[in-house]
């Protein structure tokens, strides 16, 4: 005859058996919060990185720099002024050079696109009277590298590279300043990608700013927007 008493376990061996089930638990339990614990920290570092790349791009910030034959430039990022009552939009990016003590001055324009592989683009006199001025601006991401064509066979290449805070890829370079203007833009195959103004005379004057950047004319590329004071 079985005795009852041992259908069950001890009342000692209770709290025993009951304590090693919840150490196998909190064990397990462990195992699976530390790599949770590791995902959030990651999760949250991307999202500071994120936010301050948004910061950057709705502020001011520097985007470049660089040397003429009398000086050092600088290029920054600059917001979008609002537009006066009934004017249009003055673009989607702003970008200021700021040369020894002249006055700052910044063109708007838009993004580049596939369609329209180059984007705001500037020529920009370092003073009254210059043979030498900066060409800066953003291009589309499939070109690598820019060559700025000017008179006489004139010829100035510069790389393009992406900036945080700004779209496509950005350039600047120093060129003589020699008349009338086109830039060509190269994969990283040295295909040509995008083409953008002209050294051809044209037969008559330009009638727009969009015909006088087509006949590459200076002052389709002129710094369009009031000067911002630094701050």
């Known amino acids: 005859m079985r005795d ?36 959030v920290l990651v999760a949250l570092a991307a999202s500071l990185v994120l936010a301050a790349g948004a910061a950057a791009a709705g502020g001011v910030f520097t985007v470049s720099s660089g040397h003429t034959a009398h000086g050092t430039y600088v290029v920054e990022r600059r917001p979008v002024p609002a537009p006066a009552a009934g004017e249009p939009a003055a673009g989607t990016v702003c970008l200021q050079l700021v040369y020894d003590d002249r006055a700052p001055s910044y063109g708007c324009g838009n993004a580049p696109t596939a369609a329209a592989p180059f984007g705001l683009l500037v020529a920009d006199p370092l003073e009254e009277g210059s043979r030498e001025r900066v060409v800066y601006g953003l291009v589309a991401g499939d070109i690598a590298r820019v060559a700025v064509l000017g008179k006489g066979g004139q010829r100035t290449g510069a790389r393009t590279e992406r900036k945080q805070g700004l779209p496509g890829r950005f350039f600047a370079v120093a060129v003589p300043h020699l008349g009338r203007i086109e830039v060509v833009g190269y994969d990283g195959n040295g295909r040509q990608v995008g083409r953008i103004g002209s050294l051809a005379r044209p037969d008559h004057p330009p009638l727009s700013k969009a015909e006088a950047v087509d006949q590459g004319d200076p002052a389709g590329f002129a710094p369009t927007a009031s000067p911002q004071r630094r701050s």
């Open 4 to 39: 009852a008493s041992n259908d069950h376990p001890q009342p000692a061996v209770l709290p025993e058996l009951e304590q090693i089930l919840v150490r196998a638990a909190r064990r397990r339990a462990a195992g699976r919060r530390l790599p949770r614990r590791r995902g």
